[in-house]
């Protein structure tokens, strides 16, 4: 196939300026069906919100936020997390279809001695005796190849070899053993640097046999154009003794018919309805690449279909005859021929990329390839969708496995429409997908047999009281550690507010406030806080290590669970680019990141009423939260325009008004860089920074006495 990338024809750029604009219609036309489903499902959402009626009023009164993650998920307004595909739950199904009668499996075969060596010993142990092997040497120069062909004969007799005294090429080659193919059998084509599994032939010819107008078929490989795993277009090494073993998830994966631009030649069945049709490979291609999209484009004319051997892992070297100068030259060439006859190819083939219908196939696969390819246990994040100090913390952490060797790591999500989200990260791809159910998840994962188990946050699960049986089953006998970017382990209520809004320190264990439970819901019953805490108890004992950014934390963590004292580490996140003084002088009130009610939101509001300086949120507010101007809330930032922002709003104070106990606190770093005072109350990460700090203030008093934070701020800009 050839690489839709290098395809790069001037007269293509009228075609492909046409075909955008063309997609740019389809998508109006999409929007406005997308406004008549809309309409036509409002009665459903109306039923939601009836029978949501008892949660929606309790949210209005208290403004939980585990109830208003609930809520959002219930409504489908989970977070937006980027594009993802739903895995089907019956991805790993029986494939019962019956192979195809007849096939002729052609070689072109030219030098490459040990790529050819080893797919003849593959072959000797993987084939029937019914399947014809025609071997083609094409003029090879090493006297190692004819004595190689003429051994394998010998032991599979249903093989021959056709001799070209001179080397003519990959498209002499094929028409040659296409010439000598019995006129009612099928053919596969097999490249000598192809890596075939166990038990490949059957499932490569089964769409043939279901169906009798696919022409061709290629099977899922590492390196394989736009059927590359786990990346569309970008090969990846996979050592020879791994293909089996990548092999065996895709042979667990339901077959299904999916249709794609062109076969790719590496290994690819051809039908012999369409190979009478078409004929052979045009000769016009020369020495290779290219001939088989033309031979595809003329079948797709004659009504044949291109499709996935979804069920099928073939490895790939590439390269093993041309070398990547004289592909690179081939490809050139034979692209200008392609894009002369069949000017919509590369835009057929980038909007299948761009779609990738396979897409739940390919994460099943990339998690096996990372298996397979992993020389240490994968590290397995649960994570949430938030964004925030807990995703920058994860994302330096996966950097640091990745810069480190690791192929990919594996990160579940919670906190968006679907039950968890499942993501194959590497240094230069991301495959995701949706997943319903944490069975699924565990059938995904099942090729990961060495794993390291890390939660770095679930806060916004749709099932939270699964949560620790989950990180117990995903962990199994592997490590599991515990970073404590949150206090979920200790209370659905995440950040420990009460439900009246108050942080009282670690609930007991017979704590009743609602806040510190799981109400019933979905079918699913309710889950009281000791309940809670003995699940998690569980998870914090099977723990290698937890780790906290704070010693609030450890104190913390060390209150609610005592039996973890001899395995919590404190390690405070590290502080890069943080701000640049600032000139003194300013007279208004610095609140900076995003504010929720845990973040302080109604201590705002009401120090809004009292104060007369201007209020200034650097970041976004939650929105059921108001600032009256002259206040401002300016929106989102970025660390390196914090200093600039607050000399442009005449900041005198940062003020730091979370009435929770943090676990880390950048805002309070990263304010405390500027060089101007930074006020807190007595809680948590924050409360333990600034009473060290030269510049930090401290409030004992309570959240709610405002008299008591308005005199503080007057007091310290006077």
Not at 156 to 184: C, M
Not at 425 to 452: C, M, N, Y
Not at 511 to 519: G, N, Q, Y
Not at 606 to 624: F, H, K, N, S
Request: proline share 7%; glycine share 8%.
């Amino acid at each position: 196939m050839i690489p839709h990338h290098l395809l790069s024809v001037p007269r293509r750029s009228r075609s492909v300026l046409k075909s955008l604009v063309a997609r740019e219609v389809r998508v109006a036309r999409l929007e406005c069906s997308s406004t008549r489903a809309t309409l036509a499902a409002l009665p459903t959402a109306w039923g939601t919100v009836w029978a949501s009626r008892a949660d929606i009023l309790r949210y209005l009164r208290t403004g939980e936020d585990a109830l208003a993650f609930e809520l959002r998920r219930r409504f489908g307004l989970g977070p937006p997390l980027g594009a993802a595909q739903p895995i089907p739950p019956d991805i790993f199904a029986d494939n019962p279809m019956s192979q195809a009668a007849r096939a002729t499996i052609i070689v072109p075969v030219f030098n490459a001695f040990e790529d050819t060596a080893r797919l003849l010993r593959q072959l000797t142990e993987t084939l029937a005796r019914e399947i014809g092997i025609l071997l083609v040497d094409d003029g090879s120069d090493d006297p190692r190849i004819a004595p190689l062909l003429h051994e394998f004969t010998t032991r599979v007799p249903s093989a021959r070899v056709l001799v070209h005294s001179s080397n003519q090429g990959f498209v002499a080659a094929v028409n040659t053993g296409l010439n000598a193919v019995p006129k009612d059998s099928h053919v596969i084509l097999l490249n000598t640097d192809a890596l075939p599994p166990a038990n490949w032939v059957s499932r490569l010819l089964a769409p043939l046999a279901e169906d009798n107008d696919v022409a061709s078929v290629t099977p899922l490989s590492n390196n394989a154009e736009v059927l590359s795993i786990p990346r569309p277009g970008t090969p990846v090494e996979l050592a020879p003794e791994f293909v089996t073993a990548v092999d065996q998830t895709a042979a667990r994966i339901g077959a299904r018919l999916v249709e794609m631009p062109t076969g790719i030649g590496f290994c690819m069945a051809l039908n012999r309805k369409f190979l009478d049709r078409v004929g052979g490979f045009d000769t016009a291609f020369g020495r290779g690449y290219g001939e088989e999209v033309d031979w595809c484009r003329k079948a797709a004319m004659a009504g044949g279909r291109h499709v996935v051997a979804t069920n099928l892992f073939v490895g790939h070297r590439g390269c093993a005859s041309f070398g990547p100068a004289r592909k690179r030259a081939q490809v050139a060439k034979a692209g200008r021929v392609i894009a002369a006859r069949y000017p919509d190819y590369a835009d057929a083939v980038l909007d299948w990329e761009q779609r990738d219908p396979i897409g739940p196939e390919r994460l099943a696969v990339s998690l096996a390839w990372v298996a397979a390819t992993a020389t240490a246990p994968v590290p397995v994040f649960i994570a949430h969708a938030l964004g925030g100090g807990a995703e920058t913390a994860l994302r330096r952490e996966i950097a640091g496995v990745l810069s480190g060797g690791a192929p990919a790591v594996v990160i579940l999500r919670a906190g968006g429409t679907a039950t968890w989200r499942v993501e194959v990260q590497g240094e230069r791809f991301t495959v995701i997908g949706d997943v319903g159910s944490a069975g699924l998840v565990h059938r995904l994962l099942a090729p990961i047999a060495r794993r390291h188990v890390v939660y770095s946050c679930a806060v916004g699960a749709a099932d939270p009281a699964s949560v620790p049986e989950t990180l117990l089953r995903l962990a199994g006998e592997q490590r599991l550690d515990i970073r404590m970017h949150d206090y979920f382990p200790v209370s659905p209520s995440w950040n420990l507010l009460a439900g009246d809004g108050h942080y009282r320190g670690i609930p007991a264990l017979d704590e009743t406030d609602p806040a510190h439970a799981l109400p019933a819901n979905a079918g699913r019953p309710g889950l009281s806080h000791r309940e809670w805490r003995r699940r998690w108890s569980m998870v914090t004992t099977a723990a290698t290590e937890i780790t906290v950014f704070a010693a609030s934390g450890k104190q913390l963590i060390e209150e609610a669970y005592p039996h973890v004292a001899g395995k919590v580490a404190i390690r405070p996140h590290r502080l890069d680019g943080l701000p640049r003084k600032v000139a003194k002088g300013g007279t208004n009130i610095g609140i900076l990141g995003g504010i929720n009610r845990a973040k302080g939101a109604q201590v705002l509001e009401g120090l809004a009423t009292r104060t007369a300086r201007q209020i200034v949120v650097i970041g976004e507010m939650d929105g059921q939260f108001r600032l009256p101007p002259p206040h401002v809330v300016h929106g989102r930032y970025k660390r390196a325009e914090i200093s600039e922002l607050s000399e442009r709003y005449g900041i005198g104070l940062w003020f730091i008004p979370s009435i929770c106990p943090e676990t880390f606190s950048f805002a309070t770093h990263e304010t405390l860089a500027t060089g101007l005072p930074v006020m807190s109350f007595d809680l948590g990460a924050q409360g333990e920074t600034l009473r060290t700090a030269s510049r930090g203030h401290v409030l004992c008093t309570p959240p709610d006495d405002l008299a008591a934070v308005h005199a503080e701020i007057e007091r310290l800009l006077s």
